[in-house]
């Protein structure tokens, strides 16, 4: 709840001011994007342009402001599953990362699963169900991290700082379309971005 109240008052200016530029000057994608703009408020965005049939893959030349939200809505989302989980779990860490991993080990298959039945890939891309795999990959960093477990020194991490973002930046170049990105590319791309942060 706090992170979502951090992140309205930012978003609801955005939406507002194109929302009023889209009513003056783009009349008739006015009713679509205020419904995608609208849905990023409360946080649905991806599951908005799922339902309305919008392919991430065939926007070109049309006025939708708010296509990349549906990113933000999956993080927003994200929060609602964390609370759950810490509130399931309290203070008992061990619970709470054996909750994720198991969480996101489902998201994991999911992605692989849906994929070969999807007739857009839309669906496995901005869902919820088959993405949250990368946010949980990201808050076991985070319990790792928080425990101080790579507390070495700056300088002694740089070199192996350097192999992971040129392995990204590998992974990105080598892997950004095709299959495999439904098949653990997407899973690689986050497990190698936490333990750069990490």
């Not at 992974?171 to 990105?181: I, N, P, R, T």
């Amino acid at each position: 709840v706090k992170q979502y109240k951090k992140l309205t008052p930012p978003l609801v200016f955005v939406v507002a001011v194109v929302l009023f530029i889209a009513a003056v000057a783009f009349q008739a994608e006015f009713r679509d994007v205020a419904a995608s703009g609208i849905s990023a408020v409360f946080g649905v965005n991806n599951w908005q342009q799922i339902l309305r049939g919008f392919s991430y893959f065939d926007l070109h030349g049309k006025f939708l402001p708010f296509t990349h939200f549906w990113a933000l809505s999956a993080q927003i989302q994200f929060y609602l599953i964390w609370a759950i989980l810490r509130g399931f779990c309290g203070k008992d860490r061990g619970k709470l990362a054996l909750s994720l991993a198991v969480t996101g080990a489902v998201s994991l298959l999911l992605m692989p699963i849906m994929t070969p039945f999807a007739k857009d890939m839309t669906r496995v891309y901005y869902g919820t169900d088959t993405r949250y795999f990368a946010f949980a990959i990201g808050a076991l960093a985070g319990l790792v991290g928080e425990k101080g477990s790579f507390s070495r020194s700056q300088k002694a991490k740089g070199p192996q700082a350097v192999g992971l973002l040129a392995a990204m930046l590998i992974c990105f170049v080598v892997f950004k379309s095709g299959g495999f990105l439904y098949y653990g590319g997407m899973a690689l791309f986050s497990v190698l971005g936490a333990t750069l942060l990490l």
